[in-house]
Nanobody, 116 residues
Framework: QVQLVESGGDLVQPGGSLRLSCSAS????????MNWYRQAPGKERELVGT????????NYADFVKGRFAISRDNARNTVYLQMTSLNPEDTAIYYC?????????WGPGTQVTVSS
């Protein structure tokens, strides 16, 4: 079955950096678009960015452009979210996601807290 497990969340100071990882299993990882979402307290879950399956093309939400970067390692079935210039508004639970056979699959998420 499809499984996604995020890791790397932490408490970080404003202006800091963090790299999240998402380990995937149960499907042919290299063939699927992978997505990162986040959900801040009291807010709806929102798309952070995506990475394609064939040429690693990435797309980002406006609020992270130039600060975050998504990459993938198909040999390790892992997708990454490199975050820089973090600010308190980036505080959220971060989730990876795959749309597989007409269904969304999610990991349990990893908490990122940006605070001094």
């Amino acid at each position: 079955q499809v499984q996604l497990v995020e890791s790397g969340g932490d408490l970080v100071q404003p202006g800091g950096s963090l790299r999240l990882s998402c380990s995937a299993s149960g499907f042919d990882f290299s063939r699927y678009v992978m997505n990162w979402y986040r959900q801040a307290p009291g807010k709806e879950r929102e798309l952070v960015g995506t990475i394609s399956s064939y040429d690693d093309t990435t797309n980002y939400a406006d609020f992270v452009k130039g600060r975050f970067a998504i990459s993938r390692d198909n040999a390790r079935n892992t997708v990454y979210l490199q975050m820089t210039s973090l600010n308190p508004e980036d505080t959220a639970i971060y989730y990876c996601n795959v749309y597989y056979y007409e269904k969304d699959f999610w990991g349990p998420g990893t908490q990122v807290t940006v605070s001094s």
